[in-house]
């Protein structure tokens, strides 16, 4: 066989990995600068905007208004930590003990049951989709492995309460706060941080405005959370 033949059997094969590498590059590159700058939108809410020039009926306006960890209080950062994620100071982007519990749990009630950490939860809202395919899920675990090698915790808590939605086409606790309270995030009280999360786990449904039954008692769940953790929780590591 002669070189050339060779040459062009390896070919194809050296421009996969190279186009991969540009790829992994720019995701790495993208990653660090987001470091330091807020993310001008994310996936998510680009695709709730092409959502809403296919609905009929009209939709709220989507808002996101960046606020710096300094401008946001600590006890919604303990109320997020206390309702979506409590290992998040101690784990490297997942909860093992989460995702066994979670297995057990979908294979005895037949119902899914997440186990996704807050890195995990800032990487999909940020770079992927909505969904559960395993080509998601191979994605958003190779992000949340850049996320912790590449930011500290302090910086992947500020971004996911920038970005995560607390309401129909309300992303972070700056828009939130102005919606929902009138207010700007710095004088949320405790109650209105622990209502704010309660509505993560589904927020075009749930409403931190008109709060149900059910947010109201998963806000005293998350309060009662955040006095057992304590203040300081989020510092000790």
């Not at 600068?33 to 989507?62: A, D, G, N, Q």
């Not at 909860?95 to 996704?116: C, F, M, P, T, Y």
């Not at 890195?119 to 998601?136: D, H, I, M």
């Not at 709060?211 to 057992?228: D, E, F, G, I, T």
Request: charged residues 20%.
């Amino acid at each position: 066989m002669s070189r050339t033949q060779n040459t062009a059997r390896v070919s194809p094969r050296r421009h996969i990995l190279r186009i991969l590498s540009g790829c992994l590059l720019a995701v790495v590159l993208q990653i660090l600068v987001l470091r330091w700058l807020p993310p001008p939108s994310t996936m998510f809410m680009l695709l709730r905007h092409v959502e809403r020039l296919t609905e009929t009926k009209p939709s709220p306006p989507i808002r996101y208004d960046w606020v710096p960890m300094r401008s946001i209080p600590g006890h919604m950062a303990l109320a997020a930590v206390a309702a979506e994620d409590q290992s998040f100071p101690r784990h490297f982007g997942f909860d093992l003990d989460a995702i066994a519990r979670a297995v057990e749990h979908n294979e005895k009630r037949g119902r899914i049951r997440g186990a996704s950490t807050i890195s995990q939860q800032t990487a999909k809202n940020l770079f992927l989709w909505p969904g559960r395919s395993w080509v998601r899920k191979g994605l958003e675990a190779g992000l949340t492995v850049l996320l912790e090698l590449l930011w500290p915790k302090e910086r992947i808590l500020e971004v996911y309460l920038n970005i995560a939605e607390f309401g129909d086409g309300t992303y972070g606790v700056g828009a939130a706060a102005g919606r929902f309270f009138g207010k700007t995030p710095d004088r949320l009280s405790r109650h209105e941080a622990a209502i704010l999360v309660s509505v993560l786990p589904n927020p075009r449904r749930l409403s931190a405005q008109r709060p149900s039954p059910y947010v109201m008692q998963r806000a005293n769940w998350v309060l009662s959370q955040m006095r057992q953790l304590g203040p300081d929780y989020l510092n000790r590591r």
